[in-house]
């Protein structure tokens, strides 16, 4: 088959992909072919190199996210996430400006947000502000996850089926992502409580799965940074509310007891005890991308826990 300079190749591996994603050279003139067929300004572009898709900004207002066919339900999470949320929540998030199909592969023209991307400004903050900034993003998921459920009911995987996936996996990808032993040992007790932990049939909430420095934008108002908005809604998908605490929890709060407290009052929970930790702990396991090595920022946690239940009590102090 031959693929053409204005045509979008077939891949059915994520490898290729990927490979594809990094040489823009092969795709930009397709993007900005997309963008000119909506009457975009094309004339300054600017790839994103980090990120899932093809991801092109038009100007200083606008981006141009291009899915691939293997990634599909990304794009059907970020539009259907993007119409139910608009005008619902008190923070701004990126608006839908043209959406299409080219060569198979789903595309979204949205709105450009303004602000300072929360992972270069969140790791030299002082101490007080990064507890204001997770009490915000506490509010901000509860906020979230008050808007009703819309057209994303239908998205799937449901949340039931989805944890009981995760379940079976659990232990051969912790094993095979070296997680050590001294952990490992731990699961079956997890596994074993997670039905009776998770509620699986509760009323489903949006969740947005990634909640992390990546995704917001911060703005500063004399000296005081604040949450301006909320981008990525690829990964959404309907389930328990606890969901939504560990990417803070994991990355921002990282043992922090101040930290911690915020973030669970921005969401709502006045108390923390063992059951609620212990939820925590077997969500952020069954989490999509869990991988305890990589998400938890807690100086020296392999050497502070002899088990599970130990890391538990250094994630969620208190």
Known sequence: MTITPQQLPPFTDAASFRAFRSASTQWLPIALDIARSHGL??????????????VVGLG?????????????????????????????????????????????????????????????????????????????????????????????ASIEPRWDAFMRAQMQGCRARHTRLGLAPKFLEGLDDFLRDAPKLIPMDAPPVILI?????????????????????LFDFGDVLTGWRDYDLLGPSAFMA??????????????????LDFTLKRRLMALMLLHRASDLN???????????????VELQDLIWPG
């Open 209 to 229: 799965g990634e909640y992390i420095p990546e995704n917001f934008l911060l703005a500063c108002d004399d000296g005081q940074w604040s949450l301006a908005g």
């Open 294 to 308: 990589s998400h938890i920022c807690i100086e020296g946690w392999q050497e502070r826990a002899a088990n599970l």
């Open 41 to 54: 300004d094309a004339g300054s572009p600017h790839v994103f190199a980090t990120g899932t898709n093809l």
């Open 60 to 152: 200083d207002r606008l981006i141009l996210k291009i899915f691939p066919p293997l990634l599909a339900a990304q794009f059907v999470s970020e539009r259907a996430a993007l119409t139910q949320l608009k005008g619902r929540l008190h923070l701004p998030i990126p608006e839908i400006v043209a959406e299409g199909m080219r060569d198979g592969w789903p595309y979204l023209v949205i709105t450009r947000l303004a602000g300072t991307l929360g992972s270069e400004v969140w790791p030299s903050l002082p101490e007080p502000q990064k507890e204001r900034l997770l009490l915000q993003i506490g509010e901000t998921i509860a906020a979230v996850q008050r808007v009703p459920l819309g057209e994303l």
């Open 254 to 271: 990282a043992g922090h007891p101040g930290r911690v407290k915020s973030l669970l009052e921005g969401f709502g929970y006045t108390t």
